[in-house]
T-cell receptor, first 117, second 115 residues
Framework: EAGVTQFPSHSVIEKGQTVTLRCDPI?????LYWYRRVMGKEIKFLLH????????ESGMPNNRFLAERTGGTYSTLKVQPAELEDSGVYFC???????????????FGQGTRLTVV | AQTVTQSQPEMSVQEAETVTLSCTYD???????LFWYKQPPSRQMILVIR????KQQNATENRFSVNFQKAAKSFSLKISDSQLGDTAMYFC????????????WGAGTKLIIKP
């Protein structure tokens, strides 16, 4: 089966511009997660979708970030307007909805490297 | 709040050697999950091994094994007979038992396997 796919792989934008990152989860995976790794720091959880609903968005840094998952398939993460501190790698992961954690694996995409200049 | 610490930013060993990556964490939870992920250069994050805190037995996956010391809150990863393909960033992660992959991550260890 196809893995988790993220687009673009790399984006360079100017401060103040808007960028939209996309994540296509594995087909049939209702759980979708966004994480990001700011340079030199730990990976941080951003939010979690169950199908089209936001289950947990406690990690979203501020209201410049907007995540959507219309129809419960792919998800987008929009940053508007982008700031320098938004630079980093944004990861997406997906997993099946049901099952014990030890039997349910989250699969990750390759990440989108965002550079704000 | 939970935290995960990886004290080794970078490690380098010769091929076929054994290497141990350290990870400590802090939590007041009694049951939780711990993970080791690897991210090879320019590739996606891959699950290496996982452990449920409820279980005393250390998890093992082929050449990868963990030393889980719950009282010490330590979760080290041992890679035996290291191979060139093991070169990657390794991340230790923590997850509360009722949290669905809301992972808390360490800063990562860059492991280089030299030929």
């Amino acid at each position: 089966e196809a893995g988790v796919t993220q687009f673009p792989s790399h984006s360079v934008i100017e401060k103040g511009q808007t960028v939209t990152l996309r994540c296509d989860p594995i087909s049939g995976h209702d759980n979708l997660y966004w994480y990001r790794r700011v340079m030199g720091k730990e990976i941080k959880f951003l939010l979690h979708f169950v199908k089209e609903s936001k289950q947990d968005e406690s990690g979203m840094p501020n209201n410049r970030f907007l995540a959507e998952r219309t129809g419960g398939t792919y998800s987008t993460l929009k940053v508007q307007p982008a700031e320098l501190e938004d630079s980093g790698v944004y990861f997406c992961a997906s997993s099946r909805l049901r099952g014990e954690i030890m039997n349910t694996e989250a699969f990750f995409g390759q990440g989108t490297r965002l550079t704000v200049v | 709040a939970q935290t995960v610490t990886q004290s080794q930013p970078e490690m380098s060993v010769q091929e076929a050697e054994t290497v141990t990556l350290s990870c400590t964490y802090d939590t007041s939870e009694n049951n939780y999950y711990l993970f080791w992920y690897k991210q090879p250069p320019s590739r996606q994050m891959i699950l290496v091994i996982r452990q449920e805190a409820y279980k005393q037995q250390n998890a093992t996956e082929n050449r990868f094994s963990v030393n889980f010391q719950k009282a010490a809150k330590s979760f080290s990863l041992k890679i035996s007979d290291s191979q060139l393909g093991d070169t990657a960033m390794y991340f230790c992660a923590f997850m509360r038992s009722y949290s669905n992959y809301q992972l808390i991550w360490g800063a990562g260890t860059k492991l280089i396997i030299k030929p």
